[in-house]
Nanobody, 125 residues
């Protein structure tokens, strides 16, 4: 079971990126998927997640209205569209899967995985 993130890069403030979380070895639409990020010297924080059966989405207050999580079941991929990026969004972004959204989706330790290797997003100040 494997998740692979892609789509990170260097983007100017106010710009956009779309991150991808592609699954192999399992069908991702049967799993909840969460996006997390970790900036240097900071703890990993939850950004967004999407549930399984009803596709309920969740967003951290810091990204609400700017980020959108979505699924493409045909591609076995979950996306994170990130708009209006700021330097505070600079971090390594990770995706994780679990059979359901944990009781507290913002605690990375509760996501049983698999986890991806991360993709770097840099927004210079």
């Amino acid at each position: 079971l494997q998740l692979v993130e892609s789509g990170g890069g260097l983007v100017q403030p106010g710009g956009s990126l779309r991150l991808s979380c592609a699954a192999s070895g399992f069908t991702l639409d049967y799993y909840a998927v969460g996006w997390f990020r970790q900036a240097p010297g900071k703890e990993r924080e939850g950004v967004s997640c999407v549930g399984t059966s009803d596709g309920t989405t969740y967003y951290a207050d810091s990204v609400k209205g700017r980020f959108t999580i979505s699924r493409d079941n045909a591609k076995n991929t979950v996306y994170l569209q990130m708009n209006s990026l700021t330097p505070e969004d600079t971090a390594v972004y990770y995706c994780a899967a679990d059979v359901q959204v944990p009781v507290n989706p913002w605690l990375s330790d509760l996501w049983r995985g698999p986890w991806g290797q991360g993709t770097q997003v840099t927004v210079p100040s």
